[in-house]
């Protein structure tokens, strides 16, 4: 966990900032809110523990941007969650990307076609119940492996505004 970012700041800088330092991250990634600004965290993930256990003891408290870091190990979700391992839904086949931060007027049409590079089958904008959408989507692909292809539109900018994309843990 690394808090206390500008919503400036970016996957890239995230992880330059954790190799440039000697501590070469697997991932390094902002995470955004509903609005699809950054909420000023981020998450880096490391291939060895003792490794992530340096990276915390150098880089907590380090000047970044103009702002103090605070690392620290991720705590995973705090809001009232006493969950220590995610479960998985039994029916989860892991060819469906959940897509947030639409454009209040996009269609399912326009979806599917944006991820047709990727071999998209369907689509499915949420709407609330009085017909408007809810500013997120389903895309389903065939495989896996398209699916997490699908994966690198994630930033993209789509209907005037950056895409946030996860595989879709409930289908």
């Keep these: 966990f690394v808090g206390n970012l500008k919503w400036e700041c970016t996957d890239e800088e995230l992880f330059n900032l954790f190799s440039g330092g000697g501590f070469i ?3 390094a990634n902002i995470v955004m809110g509903r609005n699809g600004r950054s909420r000023g965290y981020g998450l880096v993930t490391f291939a060895d523990a003792s490794v992530a256990d340096s990276a915390m003891n150098v880089f907590n408290g380090q000047d970044f941007q103009g702002r103090a870091l605070i690392v620290h190990e991720d705590r995973g979700a705090t809001r009232g969650s006493s969950k220590t391992e995610e479960t998985v839904d039994p029916n989860f086949t892991g060819t469906s990307v959940f897509v ?12 599917k076609s944006f991820f047709a590079a990727h071999g998209a089958v369907s689509s ?16 389903q692909f065939s ?14 900018e789509f209907g005037g505004r950056m895409i946030e994309c996860l595989l879709d843990k409930k289908a």
């Design 100 to 111: 947030n931060n639409l454009a209040w007027s996009t269609t399912e049409d326009e979806l």
């Design 124 to 139: 499915t904008i949420a709407l609330r119940k009085d017909g408007k959408s809810r500013g997120w989507g389903t895309v």
């Design 25 to 27: 991250p697997t991932e």
């Design 143 to 156: 495989t896996q492996e398209q699916a997490q292809a699908a994966l690198s539109m994630k930033g993209q």
